[in-house]
Nanobody, 122 residues
Framework: QVQLVESGGGLVQAGDSLRLSCAAS????????MGWFRQAPGKEREFVAA????????LYAESVKGRFTISRDTGKNTLYLQMNSLKPEDTAVYYC???????????????WGQGTPVTVSS
């Protein structure tokens, strides 16, 4: 079993930065890939970024490439999402997830956090 708890969401203005964190625990999470997804009001949940916990390889959605950076601190068992140059369209609830590989498809992720809301005002 893997437990995931997100934090760091909030209300910011367009152009601001924000860093999300996801604390991970459980016996086998270190063998997983970790990802960030988001769900805007009235829209489906979508992929944002993913990272291999061991190797550090990353994958990004085109909409955030160059603005967002996913990283992990293996010593602290924590996943991060550094979000720069935020736009109103980045407004969503952000979820971290754990799955067997670095992939954008949501169905491959087995464990999910409860989400943390991010609101970007114009």
């Amino acid at each position: 079993q893997v437990q995931l708890v997100e934090s760091g969401g909030g209300l910011v203005q367009a152009g601001d930065s924000l860093r999300l964190s996801c604390a991970a625990s459980g016996r086998t999470f270190s063998t997983y890939a970790m990802g960030w997804f988001r769900q805007a009001p009235g829209k489906e949940r979508e992929f944002v970024a993913a990272i291999s916990w061991i190797g550090g390889g990353t994958l990004y959605a085109e909409s955030v490439k160059g603005r967002f950076t996913i990283s992990r601190d293996t010593g602290k068992n924590t996943l991060y999402l550094q979000m720069n140059s935020l736009k109103p369209e980045d407004t969503a609830v952000y979820y971290c997830a754990a799955g067997p590989r670095v992939i954008a498809a949501m169905t491959f992720y087995d464990y999910w956090g409860q989400g943390t809301p991010v609101t970007v005002s114009s």
